[in-house]
């Protein structure tokens, strides 16, 4: 079932949760560059990301490097992967999700957030699930485009 599109636009900091499995690769790394594209075009906006699965782990070093050749400063090098609470979707104005699942284990664990999109929806790439660059589905540099349009179509909703 498509899901509708962002439909505010939003006038205040727009609040951003990506959301992958582990949170230590994509979600982290959409963080990353939409703060960054958002800061550059000077709009107040805040972003986070979790895994629906697990947490714990750091940001994998590939695509710390990948951002950083970039000009993504990926940050703090301890910053650590953390499982989404029921606390992240009460925060977020906009939830993105890198698959299908990760929206279906939102929903059965927490209930149907306000907006979820799918991240290579965002990216005009149809409803498909966003490949992987810890698993070798695609490159950082592929990754880190993808990341850049989901940005800037959702910042292209702050005024």
């Known amino acids: ?21 582990a949170n230590m690769s994509r979600s982290p790394s959409a963080e990353v560059v939409f703060r960054i594209l958002a800061r550059r075009m000077k709009l107040h906006v805040e972003a ?6 697990t947490g714990g782990a750091p940001h994998i070093s590939a695509m710390r490097h990948a951002l950083a050749v970039k000009g993504y400063d990926p940050g703090d090098e301890a910053r650590i992967g953390r499982l989404i609470q029921a606390d992240d ?9 890198m698959e299908h ?5 939102i929903t059965l664990a927490f209930g149907e957030p306000r907006q979820a999109h799918l991240f ?7 409803s498909t699930d966003t ?15 993808w990341a850049e349009r989901v940005a800037r179509a ?6």
């Open 1 to 21: 079932m498509p899901r509708p599109a962002i439909t505010t636009t939003l006038s205040t900091a727009m609040r951003v949760l990506f959301v992958c499995t």
């Open 48 to 53: 986070d990301s979790v895994g629906v699965f």
């Open 89 to 97: 979707l009460k925060w977020a104005d906009v939830v993105v999700a």
């Open 101 to 105: 699942t990760h929206l279906a284990e």
């Open 120 to 126: 290579m929806e965002l990216a005009g790439e149809g």
């Open 131 to 145: 490949p992987d660059p810890y698993m070798g589905d695609c490159t950082p540099d592929e990754f880190i485009e």
């Open 154 to 159: 959702l910042l292209s909703r702050v005024t």
